[in-house]
């Protein structure tokens, strides 16, 4: 009498194949996408900004130039539009070095403030606050916030907000005073900027519907 085959599902040499294949397709991968992320967060550099080369994390020097933020139909998302024309802050064209320094102390003071125990930056952080990542094209700054501070410009007005938030009542939950001198205010609003130009695959969405909404009239929603 013939002997019965059993079936592959009950065999222990097969699901001992399997995993070993499935681990390796899994490590190989792993090892792709690890190089791709990194790949894909490496900061520009500003010979790459000058001649049009897009990052998804521009070099510091982008805050020397306008910034907007569109929605893409080809990507189906929103996505930040660098340039061409300047746009300058504080009334200064910044070096690549002097860039980096002050986006450096931006982030070493938010760390440092712990901005993210209330706001969110980059998708991580607290939901008490409104969210920072694009905090820069928000519209009041430009629209409302000169007036309100007793400034001419919008990166002043964001300076002055930052020094004394307690002055000005923006938002039902007010931001206590922190202390913020003012070399740390400005180099925040050198990060907010940056961060503004980040491309982060449409977050946070509807950014800029809420955008044209204020343009047109409406009220900016956060």
Same mark, same amino acid.
């Given at each position: 009498?013939?002997?019965?085959?059993?079936?592959?599902?009950t065999?222990?040499?097969f699901?001992?194949?399997?995993?070993?294949?499935?681990?390796? /397709?899994?490590?190989?991968?792993?090892?792709?996408?690890?190089?791709?992320?990194i790949?894909?967060?490496?900061?520009?550099?500003? #010979?790459?900004?000058?001649?049009?080369?897009? &990052?998804?994390?521009?070099?510091?020097?982008?805050?020397?130039?306008?910034?907007g933020?569109?929605?893409?139909?080809?990507?189906?998302?929103?996505?930040? *539009?660098?340039?061409?024309?300047?746009?300058?802050?504080?009334?200064?064209?910044?070096?690549?070095k002097?860039?980096?320094?002050?986006?450096?102390?931006?982030?070493?003071?938010s760390?440092?403030?712990?901005?993210?125990?209330? !706001?969110?930056?980059?998708?991580?952080?607290?939901?008490?606050?409104?969210d920072?990542?694009?905090?820069?094209? #928000?519209?009041?700054?430009?629209?409302?916030?000169?007036?309100?501070?007793?400034?001419?410009?919008?990166? #002043?007005?964001? *300076?002055?907000?930052?020094? !004394?938030?307690?002055?000005?009542?923006? !938002?039902?939950?007010?931001?206590?005073?922190?202390?913020?001198?003012?070399?740390?205010?400005?180099a925040?609003?050198? /990060?907010?900027? !940056?961060?503004?130009s980040? #491309?982060?695959?449409?977050?946070? &969405?509807? /950014?800029?519907?809420?955008?044209?909404?204020?343009?047109?009239?409406?009220?900016?929603?956060?």
């Amino acid at each position: 009498m013939a002997k019965k085959q059993a079936s592959v599902w009950t065999s222990i040499s097969f699901w001992r194949r399997s995993a070993a294949w499935v681990t390796g /397709f899994a490590t190989i991968l792993l090892i792709w996408l690890t190089f791709d992320t990194i790949g894909q967060i490496r900061m520009g550099t500003n #010979d790459e900004l000058v001649k049009g080369i897009k &990052r998804r994390v521009p070099a510091p020097t982008v805050v020397n130039y306008k910034i907007g933020y569109k929605y893409d139909a080809k990507r189906g998302l929103e996505a930040p *539009v660098i340039g061409p024309q300047k746009q300058p802050l504080f009334g200064k064209e910044l070096s690549p070095k002097e860039a980096s320094e002050m986006l450096h102390l931006g982030k070493l003071t938010s760390q440092a403030k712990n901005c993210m125990d209330c !706001h969110t930056l980059l998708g991580n952080g607290g939901y008490y606050a409104p969210d920072l990542t694009k905090a820069w094209l #928000d519209p009041m700054w430009e629209k409302t916030m000169p007036a309100i501070t007793n400034t001419k410009t919008k990166e #002043d007005a964001m *300076v002055a907000f930052l020094m !004394h938030p307690e002055l000005f009542a923006t !938002h039902a939950r007010r931001m206590p005073n922190l202390g913020i001198t003012k070399k740390e205010a400005k180099a925040l609003v050198v /990060f907010l900027k !940056h961060m503004s130009s980040i #491309d982060t695959n449409g977050y946070p &969405r509807g /950014f800029s519907k809420t955008v044209e909404q204020y343009k047109a009239g409406g009220t900016y929603a956060k």
